[in-house]
Nanobody, 122 residues
Framework: QVVLVESGGGLVQAGGSLRLSCAAA????????MAWFRQAPGKEREFVAA????????FYGDSVKGRFTISRDNAKNMVYLQMNSLKLEDTAVYYC???????????????WGQGTQVTVSS
C-alpha cells in the first residue's frame, strides 16, 4: 500500500520555476515506479513524467521535455518534479502516482495523491 501526498504547488509567473514534492508512505514505495500526471479543467489527464523504482530510467511527455525533471529519493520516500521555463499551458492540478511498472497511462497506476494546483500567470 502506498499513500501519496503532493505539495509545492502554487502561483508562478510564466518563465519561472517550481518544484513539486510527493511524499510517500508505504512499504512498497522503493519498489514502485512513480509518475506525475496533470489535469486542466475540461481536459483529460495528461502524462507528465515517470521514473523507475531504481531511478535509472525516466520518461517525459512531449509537452514538458527539456523543461521538467523527475527525480526520487527512496531513502526519504520522496519523488520530485522540477519544473522550469513554465508556460501558461502548464496550469493544471498535478498528481503523483505509483505503480508496479513505468507507464504513461493513468489507468495503469494503482495509487494517487490528492493533487496540487499549479497556476502559471503571464
Amino acid at each position: 500500500q502506498v499513500v501519496l501526498v503532493e505539495s509545492g504547488g502554487g502561483l508562478v509567473q510564466a518563465g519561472g520555476s517550481l518544484r513539486l514534492s510527493c511524499a510517500a508512505a508505504g512499504r512498497t514505495f522503493s519498489r514502485s515506479a512513480m509518475a506525475w500526471f496533470r489535469q486542466a479543467p475540461g481536459k483529460e489527464r495528461e502524462f507528465v513524467a515517470a521514473i523507475s523504482w531504481s531511478g535509472n530510467s525516466t520518461f517525459y511527455g512531449d509537452s514538458v521535455k527539456g523543461r521538467f525533471t523527475i527525480s526520487r529519493d527512496n531513502a526519504k520516500n520522496m519523488v520530485y518534479l522540477q519544473m522550469n521555463s513554465l508556460k501558461l499551458e502548464d496550469t493544471a492540478v498535478y498528481y503523483c502516482a505509483a505503480g508496479l511498472l513505468v507507464r504513461a497511462v493513468p489507468d495503469e497506476y494503482d495509487y494517487w495523491g490528492q493533487g496540487t494546483q499549479v497556476t502559471v500567470s503571464s
